[in-house]
């Protein structure tokens, strides 16, 4: 549904202000630090309705790294920042600064943006004054980015007419679904770098696939490659190759960091994500980041341990790697696990049917009578909870989304419609309809005693 918005700009024009204007965190801690004010890479914003992801270029570069070093050597940094933003996003924003005015870095990085063709916008940050546009501003014209917008981040003016550009520059929300437009299914294939993306995709492919064009601001699009199995197509959309492919590991960048925002586009535009974790090294922050990231779109999921013919094992090997991975991921444990190997192929068809299952469920349509059935029976089996008297009442239950399927129930008063209560629903549900590999959602409303 959401496509995705990068920041880039210098550091301290408030890249990282924007970034909490946008996506509405209300704590934003101020500091003239750079990089003080961020704590997150990316998050998910809202404009009139439309929903999509927003990266902050600088939160990567800055997020665990040296703040003294923010300032040494930035060019080549900004350059590699907006690299990965040309890689990932659909719309750019370059946020300048009226204060410090037009710089060469940010001349510098306009024609690296400019020649990418991809849709970009101007942000003139710091202009906290309505209506005094100094003649500075009018500098920013020279970008050759077209009008720039005069905002305050942290006033928040001129970030409306910001967004509303924002919003006509996205593709249109179907778009980013492959699958309704080529109808087969996309798949992600996710995961830290080293964990064996490319050996999977090659593996798949049955070839060592020609290596993807040194060309900066080659399109993602040709890292897809489609395969046939069974006589059923697949598109497999590879995050690894976009980061042989780019300057960015030259720049001495945090490739784990520049891998996470890869990542993230990927899983956008997929119908399943793959995610994949490597057996030698175990769960690690950065799959939980990715992985959370699927789970916060809904997306369908399958976990894949690879390597696993590098582990050594018993009977009980699997079991116990299971088990722990299952506490690892206990926030999205309706994800299935599958060990396999990318060098020797073991399990890969499990690895495809995992897909197609997952992806059948999270597309799944269920009629609203047998939900209200459903309905009838669970709350007639565990009556619903109560408060000092007042007894919460589930009227209706319908289907209002697939991808992942969501479910609106009507209630007396949400208050009384206790999280415990929504679990054992959404387990009912799981149960009856036969969706235990997909996220699901259930959104309560209220309506008026009947
Ligand atoms: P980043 O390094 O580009 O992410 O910049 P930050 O968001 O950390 O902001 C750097 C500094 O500029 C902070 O002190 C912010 O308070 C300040 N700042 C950001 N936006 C504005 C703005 O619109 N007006 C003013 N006056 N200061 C701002
Ligand atoms: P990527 O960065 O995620 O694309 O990882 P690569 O596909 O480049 O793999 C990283 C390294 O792990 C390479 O040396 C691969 O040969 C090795 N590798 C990948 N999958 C497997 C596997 O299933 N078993 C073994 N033994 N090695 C693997």
Same mark, same amino acid.
């Given at each position: ?48 309705? !439309? ?59 306009? @024609? ?15 202009? /906290? ?13 020279? &970008? ?7 905002? @305050? ?24 679904? &492959? ?44 890292? /897809? ?18 980061? !042989? ?21 990927? =899983? ?64 999205? @444990? ?12 073991? !399990? ?59 479910? =609106? ?10 999280? @415990? ?23 309560? !409303? ?5």
């Amino acid at each position: 549904m959401s496509g995705i918005v990068a920041i880039v700009g210098r550091p301290n024009v408030g890249k990282s202000t924007l970034f909490n204007k946008i996506t509405g965190r209300r704590t934003a801690i101020v500091d003239d630090t750079p990089g003080v004010t961020r704590d997150r890479i990316y998050g998910t914003a809202d404009w009139n309705g !439309r929903e999509f992801t927003l990266i902050d270029t600088g939160g990567i570069e800055y997020g665990q790294q040296d703040e003294a070093c923010a300032y040494k050597d930035f060019l080549p940094k900004m350059r590699a920042q907006a690299q990965v933003a040309i890689d990932s996003a659909d719309v750019i924003i370059l946020v300048t600064d009226i204060r410090s005015g037009l710089t060469a870095s940010d001349s510098d990085v306009a @024609s690296l943006l400019l020649k990418s063709g991809k849709p970009v916008l101007l942000c003139v940050n710091k202009c /906290d004054n309505l209506g005094d546009n100094s003649p500075e501003f009018y500098e920013f014209y020279n &970008l050759g980015l077209g009008e720039p917008f005069a905002v @305050s981040s942290v006033h928040g003016h001129g970030t409306g007419d910001l967004l509303d550009e924002v919003i006509k520059m996205l593709p249109p929300a179907e778009e980013n679904q &492959l699958s309704t437009v080529n109808c087969q299914l996309s798949i992600a294939i996710v995961g830290k770098p080293n964990s064996g993306k490319s050996s999977l995709v090659n593996k798949i492919a049955g070839e060592e696939r020609a290596i993807v064009s040194d060309i900066a601001g080659t399109t993602r699009d040709a890292l /897809d490659t489609t395969i046939e199995r069974d006589g059923e197509k697949f598109t497999i959309i590879d995050t690894a190759g976009l980061r !042989r492919k780019s300057k960015v590991r030259k720049a001495g960048e945090d490739v784990e960091h520049y891998s996470i925002v890869r990542a993230l586009g990927a =899983v956008d535009r997929c119908d399943v994500a793959v995610i994949m974790i490597d057996a030698t090294e175990g769960f690690t922050e950065q799959d939980s980041k990715i992985a959370g990231y699927a789970h916060e779109k809904g997306k369908a999921c399958v976990i894949a341990v690879n390597k696993w013919d590098l582990i050594e094992k018993d009977d009980k090997t699997m079991g116990e790697f299971r088990k722990k991975l299952e506490i690892d991921f206990s926030f999205m @444990s309706y994800a299935p696990i599958v060990f396999i190997s990318a060098l020797t192929g073991q !399990r890969i068809d499990k690895l495809f049917e995992l897909c197609k299952v997952t992806f059948e469920q999270n597309t799944t349509r269920i009629g609203t009578g047998k939900l209200n059935d459903l309905l009838g029976y669970a709350t007639s089996r565990v009556q619903p909870p109560s408060d000092r008297g007042k007894r919460c009442k589930l009227y209706y239950i319908t289907q209002a989304d697939t991808k992942p399927p969501t479910f =609106v129930i009507f209630c007396n008063k949400i208050d009384l419609f206790h999280f @415990s209560y929504q679990r054992y629903i959404e387990n009912q549900i799981r149960e009856a309809f036969g969706l235990d590999k997909t996220p699901i959602k259930i959104i309560a !409303r209220e309506r008026g005693e009947s």
